[in-house]
């Protein structure tokens, strides 16, 4: 759906992946601008559609005219207890898209983008303490480190925590062009777009704890869905991605394979996408967020 909210990357692809049946629950962990959740209700007649966002600005979106929905204002990480809350202990399909949307990245008052001198928040939850100015004001190297190597998969973080603390000690981290100046001398220009956006984003799942509130939703369920049941996860880069595709794989959170007695595979899930599906050229040319999409698809033995 083409909105100006966000525009919902793989829709057609997505739904058609979660194999939706009209009376199932179903829940989109990832509401944004509702767009698939909107399409996930056309395909459900006595079913439910739960929905999750733990930003305020995306419940302006909320489906008013539908019996069938209900949005919660939360995150993802806390799916069964709030599920649980509602009275739904089972649900038939789940779908992720992950990340910020575009409503997000383009406020130029959130610090998501790089192109805006905003102070640099970066919370998707306004209700959270965490902001992105405090990580970096405050965080010891070891951790600094840490964030850029695991986060954003930089294979030398040393001297971009150097950089940081060095600024630092004079004068506060406040915005985003604070940050920026940091290391516009020291990065030629034609690589400096590529590389604040991998800063960006690292500092950005920090703030959301975004990893393991992914690990920790694909966990319950586990517990949740039913057998048949799909999940449908749409990422956007490879931290990310990986996570999701071992936990398909594996079954588990620790990435290890289960045997019975005999050696038979124990996994509770069957991975439907050997390799993940990506936007075709058609939308990633109408829709160049796209671009960076994978979607991988489950079901539940
Ligand atoms: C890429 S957008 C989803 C767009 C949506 N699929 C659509 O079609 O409009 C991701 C949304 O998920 C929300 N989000 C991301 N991580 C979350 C989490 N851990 N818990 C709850 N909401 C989360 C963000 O606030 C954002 O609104």
Redesign the pocket.
């Known amino acids: ?1 083409m ?1 100006k ?5 793989l ?1 057609k692809e997505s739904i058609n992946a979660l194999n939706i049946i009209s009376d199932g629950v179903y829940v ?10 909107r399409e996930i209700l056309k395909h459900i007649k006595n079913g439910t559609l739960i929905a ?4 305020s ?2 419940l302006t ?1 909320t489906i008013v005219t539908e019996k069938k929905f209900h949005i919660i204002h ?4 806390y799916i069964q207890d709030s599920l649980n809350t509602l009275g739904i202990s089972k649900i038939n399909g789940l ?1 992720a ?5 575009s ?2 990245f383009s406020d130029n008052q959130r610090g998501f983008s790089i192109n805006y001198d905003a102070r640099i928040d970066m919370r ?2 306004n209700r959270s303490l965490t902001t992105g100015k405090f990580i970096l004001n405050n965080y010891s190297k070891k951790n600094l480190n840490r964030i850029f190597r695991d986060h954003a998969d930089f294979r030398n973080p040393n001297s971009i925590s150097d950089q940081i603390i060095n600024f630092r000690t004079n004068k506060e981290i406040e915005t985003v062009f604070d940050l920026k100046s940091i290391f516009q001398a020291s990065i030629p220009l034609k690589y400096q777009n590529k590389f604040f956006a991998r800063l960006f984003q690292a500092i950005r799942i920090e703030v ?1 704890d ?1 990893v393991n ?2 690990k920790e ?1 694909l966990d319950q369920t586990r517990n949740i869905l039913v057998s048949s049941g799909r999940i449908v996860v ?1 990422s ?1 880069h490879s931290v990310e991605d990986k996570v999701v595709k071992n936990f398909m794989k594996y079954g588990n959170l620790e990435n290890s394979l289960q045997q019975d007695f005999f050696g038979n595979k124990l996994s509770q899930f069957k991975v439907l996408t050997k390799k993940p599906i990506t936007p075709a050229s058609t939308e990633i040319n109408r829709n160049n967020k796209s671009r960076s999409a994978k979607m991988r698809v489950c079901e539940k033995i």
């Open positions: 759906m909105n909210y966000h525009e919902s990357v829709l989109d962990v990832t509401f944004g601008g509702g767009g698939h959740s999750f966002d733990q930003d600005d995306s979106n939360r995150n993802f990480r779908i898209d992950l990340g910020v949307s409503h997000q998707m939850d959301n975004e509130s992914l939703m749409i956007y």
